[in-house]
Nanobody, 125 residues
Framework: QVRVVESGGGSVQAGGSLILSCVVP????????VGWFRQGPEKGREGIAA???????VYLESVEGRFTFAKDRAKDTLFLQMDSLKPEDSGIYYC???????????????????WSQGTQVTVSS
C-alpha cells in the first residue's frame, strides 16, 4: 500500500501559475511511475503528465510547454509546475503511482494503482 499525499492547487486568474506537490513514500528507492490527472466538469479523468523511472516525461498536448515536473529527492516529493494557466485547465487534480515493474509512464488512469485525495484548481478568465 502506498499513501500518496497531494497538496497545492487553489484559484488563479488566467495566465497565472500554480504548483502541485505529490509525496510518494519510497519513490526514489522504487521503479515507480507517477502521473498527474485532472477531472473537469462533465469530463472524465484525463492524464496530463507522467514520468517513468528513467525520468522520461510525457505531457498531454494541451499542457506541453506550460506544465513541467520537478523533484525533491530528499523529501520523496514530485511537483507539477503549471504556468500560463487557462480556464480550461480548471478541475480536480490528482497524482497517482503505478507500481507495476517496468511501468510505462503513460497517461492512462487505469494503469495507476494508488491515488491522492485530489485538489481543486480553478482558473478564472
Amino acid at each position: 500500500q502506498v499513501r500518496v499525499v497531494e497538496s497545492g492547487g487553489g484559484s488563479v486568474q488566467a495566465g497565472g501559475s500554480l504548483i502541485l506537490s505529490c509525496v510518494v513514500p519510497g519513490y526514489w528507492n522504487a521503479d515507480n511511475c507517477v502521473g498527474w490527472f485532472r477531472q473537469g466538469p462533465e469530463k472524465g479523468r484525463e492524464g496530463i503528465a507522467a514520468i517513468d523511472p528513467d525520468s522520461v516525461e510525457v505531457y498531454l498536448e494541451s499542457v506541453e510547454g506550460r506544465f513541467t515536473f520537478a523533484k525533491d529527492r530528499a523529501k520523496d516529493t514530485l511537483f507539477l509546475q503549471m504556468d500560463s494557466l487557462k480556464p480550461e485547465d480548471s478541475g480536480i487534480y490528482y497524482c497517482a503511482v503505478d507500481v507495476t515493474p517496468r511501468c510505462a509512464g503513460d497517461l492512462y488512469a487505469s494503469d495507476y494503482d494508488y491515488w491522492s485525495q485530489g485538489t481543486q484548481v480553478t482558473v478564472s478568465s
